[in-house]
């Protein structure tokens, strides 16, 4: 079973929190955390909900104030109320002159046998001419697509 966290808001937290979401200036996500740590409060101050009852108050699941208790304990209170940081992109893996030799490619005569390119054709022949140690057709067709071929 995941571990329990108890909540405890200083005289100061508490504060802060119910400042927060008295305002009515503040993001959604934000006050739904301030009011779900409010109402999880074990301090002199509160009387603790239940994680259930405060999920179906709020119209959130139970793991998600599991989660934000979790941060709060494990991180503070910043922590707890800021939504954290979207998924980086990977960099790119092929660059210009990959695209550039794929058009290049798809615009040539295609194979004996073949009356056009096809995706996976130019993908497996990318491979073949060491362009690429290998290629998918997905990516060959997103380098395609922009440069608005079409392997008719």
């Given at each position: 079973?995941?571990?329990?966290?108890?909540?405890?808001l200083?005289k100061?937290?508490?504060?802060?929190?119910?400042?927060?979401?008295?305002?009515?200036?503040?993001p959604?996500?934000?006050f739904?955390?301030?009011?779900?740590?409010?109402?999880?409060?074990?301090g002199?101050?509160?009387a603790?909900?239940k994680?259930a009852?405060?999920?179906?108050?709020?119209?959130?699941?139970?793991?998600?104030?599991?989660?934000?208790?979790?941060r709060?304990?494990?991180?503070?209170?910043?922590?707890?109320l800021?939504?954290?940081?979207l998924f980086?992109?990977?960099d790119?893996?092929?660059?210009?002159?990959f695209?550039?030799?794929?058009?290049?490619?798809?615009?040539?005569d295609?194979?004996k046998?073949?009356?056009?390119?096809?995706?996976?054709?130019l993908?497996?022949?990318?491979?073949?001419?060491?362009?690429?140690?290998?290629?998918?057709?997905?990516?060959?067709?997103?380098?395609?697509?922009?440069?608005?071929?079409a392997?008719?």
């Open positions: 079973m995941a571990p329990r966290y108890k909540i405890t200083t100061q937290e508490r504060e802060k929190l119910e400042t927060m979401t008295r305002s009515g200036k503040i959604a996500k934000k739904l955390h301030a009011r779900a740590l409010l109402l999880s409060d074990a002199e101050h509160g603790p909900w994680v009852d405060v999920a179906e108050a709020l119209g959130v699941t139970s793991r998600t104030i599991e989660h934000l208790k979790q709060f304990v494990e991180e503070g209170l910043e922590v707890a800021t939504r954290k940081p980086k992109p990977r790119r893996t092929f660059d210009g002159a695209e550039a030799r794929i058009t290049a490619l798809a615009c040539s295609p194979p046998g073949r009356s056009r390119w096809t995706l996976r054709l993908a497996d022949k990318a491979v073949e001419l060491k362009i690429s140690d290998s290629v998918s057709a997905m990516t060959v067709q997103r380098a395609l697509k922009k440069t608005n071929c392997l008719t």
